[in-house]
């Protein structure tokens, strides 16, 4: 099994976590937070983030850890590069929910399937819903069509 460490800035990390719990009750001992605190310097960050890796990897039956951070460039992805060795440990940044939930749901494949399917699940996760419904719109006099089509 791997697991996740989420590493954003505050309180998106445990935000998210929490919300892995919501959906996934058994899965605590397998997602790890750290919210990045404006107050804190990067590399006190990158010391508990360092706690938390071993933690994580000394946990039994860890085969990897999949690192998501919120913004490429950004203090919890700086970090985080600097956790991660690409072997035993992968960084994805932009996590976003549905990532989250795609990476906890398969977090026991392995590590490469994982990243793979993380990164599939952000993207299909992110689309532009229009509303086409003609009864969520008014209807405006110089309307050509007065077909009303529905999807």
């Known amino acids: 099994m791997n697991a996740i460490l989420l590493i954003a800035h505050a309180p998106l990390a445990n935000a998210l976590r929490q919300c892995a719990l919501h959906v ?3 899965c605590g001992a397998a997602v790890t937070a750290i919210d990045v ?3 804190l310097s ?3 960050t990158l010391a508990a983030a360092r706690v938390a890796m071993q933690q994580l990897t ?3 039956g860890v085969q990897g850890v999949l690192v998501l951070t919120d913004i490429f460039g950004a203090t919890p992805s700086n970090v985080a590069q600097k ?3 690409g072997v035993g440990s ?5 996590v976003n929910l549905p990532m989250l939930l795609r990476s906890v749901s398969y977090r026991h494949e392995p590590l490469e399937t994982l990243v793979s399917r993380a990164v599939i699940g952000g993207t299909q996760g992110v689309m532009q819903v229009a509303i086409t419904a003609p009864q969520n719109q008014p ?3 110089h309307d050509q069509d007065h077909h009303d089509h529905q999807q």
Do not use: C, K, S, W
Request: aromatic share 4%; no cysteine; proline share 13%.
């Open 83 to 85: 956790l991660v060795d």
């Open 58 to 60: 000394g946990a039994g």
């Open 90 to 94: 992968r960084l994805i940044t932009g």
């Open 24 to 26: 996934f009750p058994d």
């Open 37 to 39: 605190q404006p107050n």
């Open 42 to 44: 990067p590399e006190e």
């Open 139 to 141: 209807r405006r006099n």
